[in-house]
């Protein structure tokens, strides 16, 4: 079996337009891929959305690549998080995002995380997340300073 060095990078555009980039602290992993046993080879992991509401608490439960793929899906789900917010009057609006079953994410997934949680915030919903697999949640963990509107050290 042969092991593959992966390297992350964070590119980021500033306000004049050039890119920075550098590589994450401790992001080159050795990558080999899994042994499988032969009869689930030929399985296919499933990417999707769904939701559930139950009373004041609505719930969207991520599964597989979240990924420019579902982007249209995820903005839908934005749109009816922001009317789930606006129709509770009375009690306080819950909403939260199921992210275990995530496998991988991409900008998209991360807009989207972030758009969910400044909705909730301005219409004072509360908003949790799942604990994620740990390669989820480290990008996750990226995006939390820039959704709470500070912006990680360079």
Do not use: K, N
Not at 69 to 82: K, P, T
Not at 87 to 103: C, G, Q
Not at 124 to 131: D, N
């Amino acid at each position: 079996m042969t092991h593959t060095p992966l390297r992350i990078h964070l590119v980021t555009r500033s306000g004049t337009g050039t890119l920075r980039g550098a590589e994450l602290p401790g992001a080159t992993r050795t990558w080999a891929p899994l042994e499988t046993p032969a009869e689930s080879r030929d399985a296919v992991a499933v990417s999707g959305v769904s939701t559930r509401t139950d009373g004041d608490r609505f719930t969207i439960t991520l599964t597989g690549d979240v990924d420019l793929v579902l982007a249209e899906e995820l903005a839908r789900i934005a749109h009816r998080v922001e009317q789930h917010c606006a129709h509770l009057t009375t009690t306080r609006a819950r909403v939260h995002l199921d992210v275990r079953e995530v496998t991988a994410v991409d900008a998209s997934a991360l807009r989207f995380v972030e758009r969910v949680r400044r909705l909730c915030a301005a219409w004072g919903a509360e908003c949790t997340t799942s604990t994620a697999r740990p390669a989820v949640e480290q990008v996750l963990a990226l995006a939390r300073p820039v959704v709470d509107g500070e912006l990680a050290a360079s």
